[in-house]
């Protein structure tokens, strides 16, 4: 007996030419094919000047994109220079790197390592790494041996990720707050201090998990200098917090109410938002003595002046040259 169900002709998916996808046809080598002997002879010529220069192969690799030979080594320090075309080194980066690798206990990435000029060993992209070993005083350094000498050029290309700005350092903060409260809801906050690095984080990560458009940056200077670490536990603290955050959110929508009317008045200035905040915020003159880390108010108490701060706010006491003053500190 003949169907009397309708055929629907099958419609081919679409392929997008040029794109990357995740669905494509897996590259690459297997676990079992990038594991080589340091004896690899591409690997022969390197290996004797790591040797050496009193450096030790660890191991060897295929690496798993392209498949060339590559060595993971322990080096001397000493033996191991920037190129010479690199950014410059900032000294800021360099000693907040030493201190927090320090903390941490471990030095934990590896740098890349190819041949330079005249026999020399180059670091494409680790020059802050290496200096703040330099700091710490290791005497060697771990690292992924190259013999592709271009390499040292090519890599400049692959330097595309971005880098963290307050709202993914915020919201990185407050999940792994959040998944600590789960796993360990005795501990303090302040037990985590180098983890969360400061505690405006927290604040603006909780805000920023709802709202990714709140502008954090106008509020970093007033929080850095009332929000504190709290000795409570971090089901407690993040209770707190999330009071914090939704009084910080309702003086935003307060400045959001001042910059509309500061606007209809003819104000288009990009840095409304940031002159509001700085006129509102009540520690704004507050200068900490040194090495004091009390906080200039409690936050409580701070959040509920700025509120009210906010909400008396006198548009008619903005002039015209407060925000060049504004736009001219915000540009140094």
Known sequence: MASNKKKFPVRKKKVSRGKLSPNKSRRGLSAQDIVISKDHPDLAALTREIEALDGAVIGAYQEPLSGKPMLLASLPLKSVEPTPFQRDLSPTHVKRLAEKIDESGSFLDPLIVVRGEDGQLWTPNGRHRLAAAKVLGLKQITALVSPDENLAFRILALNTEKAHNLKDRSLEVIRMARNLAQRHPRSKEQDYHSEFDAPEFLTLGIIYAKSGRFGGGAYTSF????????????????????????????????????????????????????????????????????????????????????????KKFNIDSVRPGDLALVAALSSE
């Open 223 to 310: 929080l850095k200098k009332v929000d504190r670490f709290t000795d409570k536990t971090l089901p407690m603290s993040l209770r707190l917090r999330e009071d914090y955050a939704s009084r910080l959110e309702s003086i935003e929508a307060e400045v959001k109410k001042i910059i509309l009317k500061l606007q209809a008045k003819g104000f288009k200035s990009p840095y409304l938002r940031n002159y509001i905040v700085a006129r509102i915020n009540p520690v704004r003159f507050h200068k900490a003595k040194k090495g004091d880390n009390k906080p200039a108010m409690p936050i409580a108490a701070a959040l509920t002046r700025m509120l009210a701060s906010a």
